[in-house]
């Protein structure tokens, strides 16, 4: 089965709700940033993400992006600092 990639960013002015997104997410990936999450999931794990967000996000106040990254993009990522996605390659390219 092949695993999804995805980068997760959102902003909402509802502290409560920005809590509650952060809850969801950390059972999904892991985070990056305060408001960004990156996540490997297989299409059912998104399928059942992605109701639980349009459950929760308020399409009036809130913005949420949810990034697809093709497998090959990901082996090529770079990052300085905090542990990365599991079996995440650094990649040798200029």
């Keep these: 089965?092949?695993?999804l990639y995805l980068v997760i960013a959102y902003d909402t002015p509802d502290d409560r709700r920005r809590a509650r997104l952060a809850k969801l997410l950390k059972g999904f990936g892991e985070r990056r940033q305060y408001s960004v999450f990156e996540a490997r999931l297989t299409r059912e794990q998104w399928a059942h993400l992605k109701g639980k967000l349009e459950a929760l996000v308020n399409k009036?106040?809130?913005?949420?992006?949810?990034?697809?990254?093709?497998?090959?993009?990901?082996?090529?990522?770079?990052r300085i600092g905090?542990?990365?996605l599991k079996r995440l390659e650094d990649p040798d390219f200029v």
């Design 1 to 3: 089965m092949r695993e």
């Design 60 to 78: 009036e106040e809130d913005v949420l992006a949810v990034y697809f990254l093709p497998p090959e993009a990901v082996g090529r990522t770079w």
């Design 82 to 84: 905090h542990e990365g």
